[in-house]
């Protein structure tokens, strides 16, 4: 069995607790004194940092929204000066802004530290070559993996997403023995790979560490079937670090959380209250480590469970299962968060067609794909082709640059999208998670 940092991974349950109470107390001090968003909060709730004496504390601090990081937009959360932030990392927003982090050198070494310890798990050594499929830029996936691969001393191959012949021409020549990508594209990789006669004995591949959208058991089934392999699921998002919030080991038996970093509750979404182990509800994370941007009891809006048991890996930190769903309407599409709130405003700033629209979400070739229906007006659907195709393009054209996806635009008759008296109905997930 082998661990990146035994001490913490495999630490008492007292001992991980001490270590907590004393990093969240100086967290908190940190933000009261430097991040006016949370002095307020604090003070609402006619709080003082002298109050946290430990992480039994944790439960009587204020929430953070990601609403919070909108109205802050782009660096009114950060706890540090500009000038110690040395990257910045943004995910899409609700609408159009997007959600924006901010890492200091410490952040990126915690980060590093964290994605060291995943690879670890999925069985990643020294010599192992390891493939980054996840996008590179603003999104936190290819650059989080990255350098986390750099610190475990593994020959790291940044291939980014796309160009699929090449990506498998690589992993031939290269000798790669682990694939960090979506689910969905290592399943299309496995499809190009018979489609193109690629003989899996042509591969050295060993392990792939998926995530960045949900996935099933029975499509982990079909990835390790297809591609011979043992896939690892991956959890993260941007506010809290990026990838290597969570991650599976050998045992595939849910997700350790290192909670020396990150310190996890499960709370009712309706109420706020801490429910009891063992419960299913939203998951919250409190950062303990990070400079700036540290988060206190972030609502991720994602429903799991969390367990407290030994794994037979050894390791004792808490693990996270499989996440069951979201409070919000927000959609992960090929890794890209999608809000129906995003289609709304590029329709409206538009203005040429009715307010009405559907998003249609559907997985085809083992591929996220998106079609948008819009309802156009009475006069527009009276109007010569030509000029049907000019609005589609405009509408296709927009909403890829607001999203970062490309969608397929439908343009429908007028009245044919259902009307709702209460929450209108925005969504149909086709999609088998």
């Known amino acids: 069995m082998s661990y990146w940092n035994q001490a913490y991974e495999c630490m008492s349950r007292e001992e991980m607790r001490k270590v907590q109470s004393e990093r969240l107390i100086k967290t908190v001090k940190l933000v009261y004194e430097n991040v006016p968003t949370y002095r307020k909060k604090m003070q609402e709730k006619g709080m003082l940092p002298g109050d946290i004496k430990s992480v039994d504390d944790l439960k009587n601090l204020p929430f953070t929204y990601k609403q919070d990081l909108r109205d802050t937009y782009p660096y009114g959360l950060f706890a540090v000066p500009m000038s110690e932030i040395v990257r910045v990392h943004a995910s899409s927003g609700t609408t159009g802004k997007k959600t924006v982090v901010g890492y200091t050198k410490n952040d990126l070494d915690v980060w590093s530290e964290v994605i060291a310890r995943t690879f670890t798990a999925a069985g990643a050594v020294k010599d192992s070559f390891l493939q980054i499929s996840y996008g590179y830029g603003l999104f936190t996936g290819g650059l989080g993996a990255h350098y986390g691969g750099e610190k475990l001393g593994a020959t790291v191959i940044p291939t980014s997403s796309g160009n699929t012949k090449l990506q498998l021409s690589i992993m031939q020549d290269f000798g790669t023995t682990h694939l960090a990508c979506t689910p969905s594209y290592a399943l299309y990789l496995a499809e190009e ?155 409206l700033s538009i203005g040429e067609t009715a307010p009405h629209y559907m998003l249609v979400v559907d997985r085809k070739d083992n591929l996220d794909t998106l079609e948008i229906q819009v309802e156009i007006t009475p006069s527009l659907f009276s109007d010569e082709v030509k000029r049907l195709e000019d609005v589609e393009k405009k509408i296709s054209k927009e909403i890829n640059s607001t999203l970062g996806i490309g969608a397929k635009i439908k343009l429908v008759e007028p009245k044919t999208i259902q009307r709702s008296e209460g929450k209108a109905k925005r969504v149909i997930d086709k999609r088998v998670i």
């Open 193 to 347: 790979m018979e489609e193109l006669g690629i003989k899996r004995s042509d591969l050295k591949l060993q392990a792939g560490i998926f995530g960045a959208e949900p996935w099933s058991e029975s499509m982990r089934q079909e990835i390790q079937d297809r591609l011979k392999i043992k896939a690892f699921d991956i959890y993260g998002l941007s506010e809290v670090i990026g990838p290597g919030v969570a991650c599976e080991c050998e045992y595939q038996g849910g997700m350790h959380i290192p909670e020396d970093h990150f310190i996890p509750e499960i709370i009712d979404p309706d109420t706020g209250e801490v429910l009891p182990e063992g419960s299913e509800g939203e998951i919250v994370f409190t950062t303990i480590t990070k400079e700036g941007l540290p988060l206190i009891r972030y609502r991720t809006r994602d429903l799991s469970s969390l367990n407290y048991d030994k794994c037979e890996c050894g390791r004792t930190e808490v693990r996270m299962n499989k996440v069951a769903g979201r409070t919000d309407d927000m959609l992960i599409i090929r890794g890209v968060n999608v809000f129906p709130s995003q289609v709304e405003s590029v329709l």
